[in-house]
């Protein structure tokens, strides 16, 4: 197999996630300016592309070949016109962590090949672990030496809504000379990610069990086709406002003692023994992914079946509120409903970690982070998550820009398989909020009581607002013209416009969702 060869390859090898090779900083600056993003986005197409040229076959440290492709496969076949193909020039990331037994700093390093649909004068990541939310704990992401197309490079990094203090989450990496569109370019990102305790974020660690949870936990490629690059800034807020193509995951290497089990993203791909004595190596890969997540700890893995489908659950081998059987129960339950209503589940592993410190839920690419709590007690949150695999995981969408795109729609699948339609749809949002789904982050975090105001403006409300479509346009109506949205926008980032394309034969829904202000009047 391709990918466990060379997986395996780079780990024989390996020292750890840290190059040893010690590398300058200075770069030329970019012989033109940075492109802009343009202010409507073209709409996705499944025609071939033309191949800008062919580039050599890049290689590891280790010579291993690296590479991308594959397509999905899918639960169940359901829609009658087979799914969008994925970017066929998505980047192509390979990551690795190096996870001590204290979990305090985790040590990595990311090699990323890209080849953009437009020309740039820059790279652009995010460091989102330096948000507000998260930083708050002392957890923080630093990128310490950057090498693109074999030359150090020295970024400039934005604070973006990082607090003082704390590093930029904004990283502006120049280039030499401007890389024009189809060109390939690969970047090498050398990085420490210090975890702060008992965090209720995506990033962070159990000071109790030593369980750790890293999710969007790496300089993350901001690029969006057809627009450029993302650079929303952080907000105060709790809550995802992250922006990614999905990109080929070729390998994922986890380092971590060989006590701990580990759970990642994709496929797993065997373990090895590690750099260092009781270490072992972990390997994952992934197609196309928008996200990497990844858990260590002494953990209890369930598994469950669903047709092509693997649901993985792990939960704190000390005990947690419930058993991770019931879980993966109430998962494989949810996942059941959803398929019936949405189509094909979009990943072949689904990777569920219970938290100790996590709240409620976090979603990721084929992954969910939930709190130490009873689901069954819960009933909105399984299927909530879980309907973030279609709404964020196969349609993305700019969630600092768009939130509702996820957020809405997720509340309204969730209550859609709950039989909550008619209680959901009765939401009426408080005055401040009122009919304005479709702003930004940055909005609903300057309001008076956000966090409050941005769960009934945007979930709440948006779910109501789609329910009420749903009756003006016919149930039967909807739910086709939702699929097709689904299909028509798999494996993109999404937009307004793009609902509005997706249901302008049924004018009544986009009057609704006008009225609520999710499209412009």
Same mark, same amino acid.
């Given at each position: 197999?391709?990918?466990?060869?060379?997986?395996?390859?780079?780990?024989?090898?390996?020292?750890?996630?840290?190059?040893?090779?010690?590398?300058?900083?200075?770069?030329?600056?970019?012989?033109?300016?940075?492109?802009?993003?343009?202010? /409507? #986005? =073209?709409? *996705?197409?499944? &025609?071939?592309?033309?191949? +800008?040229?062919?580039? !050599?076959?890049?290689?590891?440290?280790?010579?291993?070949?690296?590479?991308?492709?594959?397509?999905?496969?899918?639960?169940?076949?359901?829609?009658?016109?087979?799914?969008?193909?994925?970017?066929?020039?998505?980047?192509?990331?390979?990551?690795?962590?190096?996870?001590?037994?204290?979990?305090?700093?985790?040590?990595?390093?990311?090699?990323?090949?890209?080849?953009?649909?437009?020309?740039?004068?820059?790279?652009?990541?995010?460091?989102?672990?330096?948000?507000?939310?998260?930083?708050?704990?002392?957890?923080?992401?630093?990128?310490?030496?950057?090498?693109?197309?074999? /030359? #150090? =490079?020295? *970024?400039?990094? &934005?604070?973006?809504?990082? +607090?003082?203090?704390? !590093?930029?989450?904004?990283?502006?990496?120049?280039?030499?000379?401007?890389?024009?569109?189809?060109?390939?370019?690969?970047?090498?990102?050398?990085?420490?990610?210090?975890?702060?305790?008992?965090?209720?974020?995506?990033?962070?660690?159990?000071?109790?069990?030593?369980?750790?949870?890293?999710?969007?936990?790496?300089?993350?490629?901001?690029?969006?086709?057809?627009?450029?690059?993302?650079?929303?800034?952080?907000?105060?807020?709790?809550?995802?406002?992250?922006?990614?193509?999905?990109?080929?995951?070729?390998?994922?290497?986890?380092?971590?003692?060989?006590?701990?089990?580990?759970?990642?993203?994709?496929?797993? &791909?065997?373990?090895?023994?590690?750099?260092?004595?009781?270490?072992?190596?972990?390997?994952?890969?992934?197609?196309?992914?928008?996200?990497?997540?990844?858990?260590?700890?002494?953990?209890?893995?369930?598994?469950?079946?669903?047709?092509?489908?693997?649901?993985?659950?792990?939960?704190?081998?000390?005990?947690?509120?419930?058993?991770?059987?019931?879980?993966?129960?109430?998962?494989?339950?949810?996942?059941?409903?959803?398929?019936?209503?949405?189509?094909?589940?979009?990943?072949?592993?689904?990777?569920?970690?219970?938290?100790?410190?996590?709240?409620?839920?976090?979603?990721?690419?084929?992954?969910?982070?939930?709190?130490?709590?009873?689901?069954?007690?819960?009933?909105?949150?399984?299927?909530?998550?879980?309907?973030?695999?279609?709404?964020?995981?196969?349609?993305?969408?700019?969630?600092?820009?768009?939130?509702?795109?996820?957020?809405?729609?997720?509340?309204?699948?969730?209550?859609?398989?709950?039989?909550?339609?008619?209680?959901?749809?009765?939401?009426?949002?408080?005055?401040?909020?009122?009919?304005?789904?479709?702003?930004?982050?940055?909005?609903?975090?300057?309001?008076?009581?956000?966090?409050?105001?941005?769960?009934?403006?945007?979930?709440?409300?948006?779910?109501?607002?789609?329910?009420?479509?749903?009756?003006?346009?016919?149930?039967?109506?909807?739910?086709?013209?939702?699929?097709?949205?689904?299909?028509?926008?798999?494996?993109?980032?999404?937009?307004?416009?793009?609902?509005?394309?997706?249901?302008?034969?049924?004018?009544?829904?986009?009057?609704?969702?006008?009225?609520?202000?999710?499209?412009?009047?």
């Amino acid at each position: 197999m391709r990918r466990l060869a060379g997986a395996l390859c780079a780990v024989a090898l390996l020292a750890g996630c840290m190059p040893e090779a010690s590398r300058s900083t200075s770069a030329p600056e970019p012989s033109e300016p940075p492109a802009s993003r343009s202010a /409507e #986005p =073209v709409p *996705p197409t499944n &025609e071939p592309q033309p191949e +800008p040229g062919e580039s !050599p076959q890049q290689q590891d440290e280790n010579g291993c070949p690296t590479g991308g492709g594959g397509s999905l496969s899918t639960l169940v076949s359901y829609l009658d016109a087979a799914p969008s193909p994925a970017w066929k020039d998505r980047p192509v990331v390979r990551l690795c962590f190096d996870v001590p037994a204290d979990r305090r700093v985790v040590t990595g390093h990311e090699t990323v090949s890209f080849k953009p649909d437009r020309q740039t004068c820059e790279l652009v990541f995010r460091a989102w672990p330096n948000k507000p939310d998260s930083a708050v704990n002392g957890t923080k992401l630093e990128v310490k030496t950057v090498v693109v197309a074999g /030359e #150090p =490079v020295t *970024p400039r990094v &934005e604070a973006a809504g990082a +607090p003082k203090g704390v !590093p930029g989450t904004l990283i502006r990496v120049p280039l030499a000379s401007c890389l024009k569109a189809g060109q390939p370019l690969t970047a090498d990102l050398d990085f420490t990610l210090t975890l702060g305790p008992d965090g209720d974020e995506r990033a962070s660690y159990s000071s109790e069990d030593k369980t750790a949870w890293l999710a969007t936990a790496f300089p993350l490629l901001a690029w969006e086709r057809d627009r450029g690059w993302a650079t929303e800034p952080a907000v105060n807020l709790f809550g995802e406002m992250t922006t990614s193509e999905e990109f080929d995951l070729e390998s994922l290497l986890v380092i971590a003692p060989s006590s701990d089990e580990v759970l990642g993203t994709g496929r797993s &791909e065997g373990a090895v023994a590690g750099p260092r004595a009781g270490t072992t190596a972990h390997s994952f890969s992934a197609d196309a992914v928008r996200d990497v997540a990844v858990t260590v700890g002494e953990l209890t893995v369930v598994e469950r079946e669903v047709g092509d489908l693997t649901v993985h659950v792990g939960a704190p081998a000390a005990g947690s509120e419930v058993s991770p059987d019931v879980w993966a129960d109430e998962t494989v339950a949810t996942i059941r409903s959803l398929v019936s209503e949405l189509g094909d589940f979009p990943y072949d592993d689904l990777w569920v970690t219970i938290a100790p410190d996590v709240s409620s839920g976090i979603e990721l690419a084929g992954a969910i982070q939930f709190g130490d709590i009873d689901p069954r007690e819960y009933k909105a949150l399984v299927p909530h998550e879980v309907a973030h695999m279609w709404f964020y995981g196969l349609v993305g969408n700019d969630q600092a820009r768009d939130p509702w795109l996820d957020e809405a729609f997720a509340e309204y699948a969730e209550t859609l398989v709950n039989g909550q339609e008619s209680s959901a749809s009765s939401f009426v949002a408080p005055s401040a909020v009122r009919n304005q789904v479709g702003r930004p982050m940055a909005w609903y975090a300057a309001q008076p009581d956000s966090a409050d105001l941005y769960a009934a403006g945007v979930y709440r409300q948006g779910g109501a607002m789609l329910h009420k479509a749903r009756a003006a346009a016919g149930p039967e109506v909807f739910d086709r013209l939702l699929r097709e949205y689904i299909e028509t926008y798999a494996h993109t980032i999404a937009t307004p416009t793009s609902v509005a394309r997706a249901f302008a034969s049924a004018p009544a829904a986009l009057a609704v969702m006008r009225e609520y202000g999710a499209l412009p009047r």
